[in-house]
């Protein structure tokens, strides 16, 4: 926690103001303090890190590309991710 003195030394040599970001936990517990506009992003975020950790992004995006071009209606693409991110891990 910064000490007010350093708060506003801070904001004035820097012309703006200082706050602080709670982190972010990716899981169940989080999408209950979100609002729901944000609930496609954050899933997708989470995606896109979960393939990226288990080495699996370039085949995921690769399915992503086949499946947004047979897409039909109004399909999310949280929902094409999701399957693309399913269909990686299947592969190996």
Same mark, same amino acid.
């Given at each position: 926690m910064l000490r007010e003195t350093d708060?506003? #030394?801070?904001s004035?040599?820097?012309?703006?103001?200082?706050?602080?970001a709670k982190g972010v936990?990716?899981?169940?517990?989080? #999408?209950k303090n979100i609002p729901k506009s944000l609930s496609d992003d954050l899933d997708l975020t989470a995606i896109i890190t979960s393939a990226i950790h288990s080495d699996k992004y370039q085949s995921m995006i690769r399915i992503v590309r086949k499946l947004e071009k047979k897409r039909v209606g109004r399909i999310k693409d949280v929902t094409i991710y999701k399957?693309?991110?399913i269909e990686a891990c299947k592969e190996n």
């Open positions: 708060y506003y #030394k801070i004035e040599e820097y012309s703006t103001s200082v706050g602080v936990v990716f899981g169940d517990n989080i #999408k399957k693309a991110f």
